[in-house]
């Protein structure tokens, strides 16, 4: 998304995002599991319309954290469809309570959603593709390569020229320690 760098500085939502955020690395799990919710939530409509409804969204998943939403029921649920503050769709709500309840298996499993990325890092897209369609739902090929990009784990959020890529540059991002270059399409 390395056009995002010509659209994104000035705007006062893009902006942010874009500077302070887009392509960081990321080890904390509520902030994982926000990350990949704001992604299947995008799936079919404009990243502009998720980073508005963000703040409506973190506060209906209660900040996203991962042992409150697993045990979300179906009055959460019939909460969440009633909340015209974030996306309404009943398949995407599922998934992300559903994700939810993986992602705490995989602390059992690898003591996390950020082990879990380490151990199975680096890969090619396709194969974090099936990856992630194995472990969690919702999960196609463009909500892989965009969480995985925007966490640090694939490279390209940002042109080489963008003076944000070499701030991410010097958080040493899983992509760059593992040895990818920058300049491809992951």
Known sequence: MSWYCDVAPGHPI???YHDLEYGFPL????????????????????????LKKRPAMVSA??????????????????RLLGDAG???????VAAIIENARRLK?????????????DNHHPRSHADWTRLFRET????????????????????GAH???CPIHAR?????PPWLRSGLRSNIDP
């Open 14 to 16: 893009h902006g942010p």
């Open 27 to 50: 080890r904390d799990e509520a902030a994982l599991f926000e990350r990949l919710s704001l992604e299947i939530f995008q799936a079919g409509l404009s990243w502009l319309l998720i």
């Open 61 to 78: 998943f209660d900040a996203f954290d991962v042992d409150t939403v697993a045990d979300y029921g179906e009055a959460d649920v019939r």
């Open 86 to 92: 974030i996306i309404r769709n009943r398949r995407k």
């Open 105 to 117: 298996m995989l602390r059992d499993t690898h003591g996390g959603v950020a082990l879990w990325l």
């Open 136 to 155: 969690f739902c919702f999960t196609g090929g463009e909500v892989v390569r965009e969480f995985l990009m925007s966490t640090g784990y694939l490279p």
């Open 159 to 161: 042109r080489e020229d």
């Open 168 to 172: 991410i540059l010097g958080e040493r």
